[in-house]
């Protein structure tokens, strides 16, 4: 037996204090903390050794996250905001009168949210997005 293959069976100490062997077994459960890309900067000959029920548990656990972010991504993306006057005229890089204009002629109406006059951010994005159709008005 050669003395590199010896020193790859010997217990090696990891950066991060923990003794491990040649195979490790990390269990993969909901409450693990451990960072493994940190710990594979720390320890990079580090051999895991894991059963393939674990593996699937582990996959099915990122994807099951995945699918939450990407919902939450698509229904912040989705939700309904109501910019005020100023934060439109900001957007649309238009003044006050333009608004005005736009109201009378119904390319873009506000509406009343608590009292105060908002606008619609889908109306602001149809704008952004040169979509002029808006009850056959022309901006």
Do not use: H
């Amino acid at each position: 037996m050669n003395t590199d293959n010896a020193m790859t069976k010997r217990q090696t100490k990891c950066a991060i204090g923990e003794r491990v062997g040649r195979a490790a077994t990390i269990k993969f459960y909901k409450t693990m903390t451990q960072n493994l890309i940190e710990l594979a900067k720390q320890c990079p000959s580090l051999q895991i050794t894991i059963t393939l029920g674990e593996l699937v548990e582990a996959n099915n656990l990122l994807i099951a996250e995945a699918k939450r972010e990407l919902e939450q991504s698509i229904t912040d993306a989705n939700a309904e905001t109501y910019p005020s006057r100023e934060k439109v005229m900001e957007i649309l890089d238009v003044s006050q009168a333009t608004l005005w204009r736009w109201q009378k002629s119904g390319y873009l109406v506000p509406i009343n949210v608590g009292g105060k006059r908002r606008y619609r951010m889908s109306d602001v994005k149809r704008i952004l997005e040169g979509d002029n159709a808006r009850k056959g008005v022309t901006a």
